[in-house]
């Protein structure tokens, strides 16, 4: 199969009812979006080509009139000469070059005829490509928000089993909890024997910094 015929295809899906119908949209149209790319590589690829085809043609067909063009004058020259076998010949030539440049001719009218289709491919297959992003883009928007609608559904749903006061009742008791157990443990940690010898010296160290003090101040 010609790659023509696979984007002709490719084109002939209807995006919509296929991702409609697909069980899983967003998978199916990540599927169809390789196929698309990977047909858009192969495009651009072959029309390039085509491209350099036709550009070759078209300067074989112009040296092959500028040859027969030339043998043309060489044979009037020729005759001029007084030499009709010399003409003759030239224009044999001439007759040969000719043909060469019909032959171009038509061969770079056809090329010319297969690059314009095959550009027209790939404008159609960027143009489905981005459709088709567009289309995902749009299944994952919905996909998002039916997810936040469910969530917040089942929020609301938690929320009418509780009243709102019950809550508020709830939190002030854990927060309740929360600041008697913090005073209980400030209470322990103050009175336990490490902390006692702790601002023991740290009112030792007071007491000898305001003697030091005292000393150099000259206060007795």
Do not use: C
């Amino acid at each position: 199969m010609s790659i023509l015929s696979r984007i002709k295809d490719l084109m002939s899906a209807n995006i919509n009812s296929m991702l409609d119908k697909a069980e899983d949209p967003e998978k199916m149209a990540n599927e169809y979006l390789r196929q698309l790319t990977n047909e858009l590589y192969e495009v651009r690829t072959n029309v390039a080509a085509a491209m350099a085809d036709e550009t070759k043609l078209e300067q074989r067909r112009i040296s092959s009139h500028a040859e027969a063009e030339s043998w043309q004058s060489k044979a009037e020259a020729a005759l001029r000469a007084g030499d009709e076998e010399l003409a003759k010949a030239a224009l044999s030539r001439k007759v040969q070059a000719q043909k060469l440049f019909e032959q171009y001719d038509e061969q770079e009218k056809a090329q010319e005829q297969q690059v314009g289709a095959m550009q027209d491919a790939l404008v159609q297959l960027e143009t489905r490509i981005a459709e088709t992003k567009a289309k995902k883009e749009l299944i994952i928007a919905k996909k998002n928000r039916a997810a936040t609608q469910e969530a917040l559904q089942r929020t609301a749903q938690s929320m009418g089993k509780i009243s709102a006061m019950d809550k508020l009742d709830q939190l002030e008791e854990k927060v309740d909890d929360q600041l008697a157990r913090a005073e209980a443990m400030a209470k322990l940690e103050a009175g336990s024997l490490e902390t006692r010898f702790k601002d023991l010296e740290k009112e030792q160290e007071v007491d000898s910094e305001l003697a030091e003090l005292k000393r150099k101040m000259g206060i007795a």
